[in-house]
């Protein structure tokens, strides 16, 4: 079975522009959670879709958006970019969202804002 | 909110020695998990072992266990008969009803040989 991908791996933009970000979970899999990680601050949460509906929601300004199409791939799009959002953008996936389950991770989007 | 402390950003052991993480985390839950997940250098991030906080008896996966002391709030992760492929950053989280993941700012391990 596949595992989790990210497109792309990455991605140099300037200030102001805006990105989208690609997952696509394991095949089966409903629940897609968006961390971004930079050194020093860990992984933060972004967000947690499932079954196309956003189910939980960390602490982002709303630049930080995303999406989840019927087949669970998500999206993640981030407007008006700053230098402070260079990071590298992991997203999970896992059957059902549930604490119980174990997270997949994917191998993430190294972005750098210029 | 959840908060999740690794008080050691870098530590090193020497291969086959054993080492342990430390990791505190701060709920207000009654119904949470706990994990450890390992993140090698350019690869992808992997569940280590994980903790039913109502479980009173300590998780453990082949050369990996955990010291969960639920009073404390700690959750220490035990790494016995090192070896270079241990060599990663490691990150303790905690997960609460709401399904959210709280992460700690890694402990980043280096097995020498």
């Known amino acids: 079975k596949a595992g989790v991908t990210q497109t792309p791996r990455y991605l140099i933009k300037t200030r102001g522009q805006q990105v989208t970000l690609s997952c696509s979970p394991i095949s089966g899999h409903r629940s897609v959670s968006w961390y971004q990680q930079t050194p020093g601050q860990g992984l933060q949460f972004l967000f947690e879709y499932f079954s196309e509906t956003q189910r939980n929601k960390g602490n982002f300004p709303g630049r930080f958006s995303g999406r989840q199409f019927s087949n669970s791939r998500s999206e993640m799009n981030v407007s008006t970019l700053e230098l402070g959002d260079s990071a590298l953008y992991l997203c999970?996936?896992?059957?059902?969202?549930?604490?119980?389950?174990?997270?997949?991770f994917g191998p993430g989007t190294r972005l750098t804002v210029l | 909110a959840q908060t999740v402390t690794q008080s050691q950003p870098e530590m090193s052991v020497q291969e086959a020695e054993t080492v342990t993480l430390s990791c505190t985390y701060d709920?207000?839950?009654?119904?949470?998990?706990l994990f450890w997940y390992k993140q090698p250098p350019s690869r992808q991030m992997i569940l280590v072992i994980r903790q039913e906080a109502y479980k009173q008896q300590n998780a453990t996966e082949n050369r990996f266990s955990v010291n969960f002391q639920k009073a404390a709030k700690s959750f220490s992760l035990k790494i016995s008969d090192s070896q270079l492929g241990d060599t990663a950053m490691y990150f303790c989280a905690c997960t609460n009803t709401g399904n959210q993941f709280y992460f700690g700012t890694g402990t980043s391990l280096t097995v020498i040989p």
């Open positions: 709920t207000s839950e009654n119904n949470y998990y």
């Open positions: 999970a996936s896992s059957l059902g969202g549930q604490k119980t389950d174990t997270q997949y």
